[in-house]
């Protein structure tokens, strides 16, 4: 069967009576939108799994809860790895509130262009839909706070270009926060036409199957028992294989 043939369905990592933790394929949708009709997103996925109604946005946390059938955060389309999700109203308002008071760890390993100096670093910088490519983000003086820390894993050279795998840690969660940081320091993730140039982009893909940004590990408090729980991933097989040989 080929690639683009075969059935992209997310992998249930954990589940209780309160939470489910999934490991997000690439090329799936997190949220339903106008743009994803015919679409299998996770919502679509997680509506059923959880036999959960349909409803629109409403004021109450059940209809919340409902409206995103139970999803807490989100990760892009390209993006693979950890996500998390409810599955009682109650849950998903205590979780809601984890990644707003910023309890929930989070942490990404992302290949960018060029060799990154130093062992670590921490970028601060705005970041704010662009009012002139309103489908694009940016870093700007009139975007929200945002701040990345990130710590150097290893540089690889890989038909002459040198890469630097990074594990990156988001201390807050912009839209796109990461991959708009990285542009922003000169060190584009690969293969990431949005924010990296549709040109470099495709020379990437000559390489690397997608934008190599993997969510591989998750840590948070149990909304019922308080218990600290912490869930890692490896770096996916179409990652991995590359860097096998640079």
Not at 15 to 27: C, F, N, Q
Not at 55 to 61: E, I
Not at 76 to 90: E, I, N, Q, V
Request: proline fraction near 6%; charge should be positive.
């Amino acid at each position: 069967m080929r690639e683009r043939e075969r059935e992209i369905i997310p992998k249930i990592v954990f589940e209780d009576s309160e939470i489910l933790v999934l490991d997000k394929p690439a090329g799936m949708v997190v949220n339903r939108a106008e743009t994803t009709k015919g679409e299998e997103t996770i919502q679509d996925w997680l509506e059923r799994y959880l036999k959960v109604r349909r409803v629109p946005q409403a004021g109450d946390a059940c209809d919340t809860f409902l409206a995103r059938s139970g999803i807490v955060h989100r990760l892009d389309k390209d993006t693979s790895g950890l996500l998390l999700a409810a599955k009682t109203p109650k849950c998903f308002l205590d979780l809601q509130r984890q990644f707003k008071e910023r309890t929930v760890g989070k942490k990404y390993l992302a290949l960018v262009h060029g060799k990154v100096s130093g062992k670590e670093g921490e970028i601060k910088a705005p970041v704010g839909r662009l009012p002139w490519q309103r489908e694009k983000f940016g870093v700007f003086p009139g975007g929200r706070p945002a701040e990345t820390r990130y710590r150097v894993k290893k540089t690889y050279v890989i038909n002459g270009q040198i890469y630097t795998l990074l594990e990156v840690s988001p201390k807050t969660g912009r839209t796109h926060q990461i991959r708009v940081h990285l542009k922003y320091i000169g060190h584009p993730i690969v293969a990431d036409s949005h924010y990296g140039g549709r040109k470099t982009a495709r020379r990437d893909l000559e390489i690397f199957p997608r934008m190599f940004l993997h969510a591989f590990y998750l840590s948070f408090s149990h909304p019922r028992t308080g218990k600290r729980l912490e869930f890692s991933l490896p770096l996916p097989e179409d990652l991995k294989g590359k860097l096998t040989e640079g």
